[in-house]
């Protein structure tokens, strides 16, 4: 089993920067792929960005040039750096990790997930 505490969300005005991070704790942490998705108000969650151990990146296209996904193996976290924040990306952030070795973003690919942190960007 993996645990996954996603921190670091909060409210923040357009333009802005956020960093969320992820700590996994539970069975290895090195041979997981870590994501992001998030979930607006009455929309499916979505997926933003994903990274494999060895730094291999995917991301979401409207997050493409404006958010940053990366990892720390030594201490188990994965983080998601967000520049230029806009009011759509208002969500709750979900941490998510699979077994698998490939990056996907299908939200069936992941088999352990955090509770989510709370982003709101303001107009």
């Known amino acids: 089993q993996v645990q996954l505490v996603e921190s670091g969300g909060g409210l923040v005005q357009a333009g802005g920067s956020l960093r969320l991070s992820c700590a996994a704790s539970?069975?290895?942490?090195?041979?997981?792929?870590m994501g992001w998705f998030r979930q607006a108000p009455e929309k499916e969650r979505e997926f933003v960005a994903g990274?494999?151990?060895?730094?291999?990146?995917l991301y979401a296209d409207p997050v493409k040039g404006r958010f940053t996904i990366s990892r720390d193996n030594g201490k188990n976290t994965v983080y998601l750096q967000m520049n230029s924040l806009k009011t759509e990306d208002t969500a709750v952030y979900y941490c998510?990790?699979?077994?698998?070795?490939?990056?996907?973003?299908?939200?069936?690919?992941?088999?352990?997930w955090g509770q989510g942190t709370q982003v709101t960007v303001s107009s």
């Open positions: 539970g069975r290895t942490f090195s041979s997981n792929v």
């Open positions: 998510a990790a699979t077994r698998g070795t490939i990056v996907d973003g299908s939200r069936s690919a992941y088999d352990y």
């Open positions: 990274i494999n151990w060895f730094g291999g990146t």
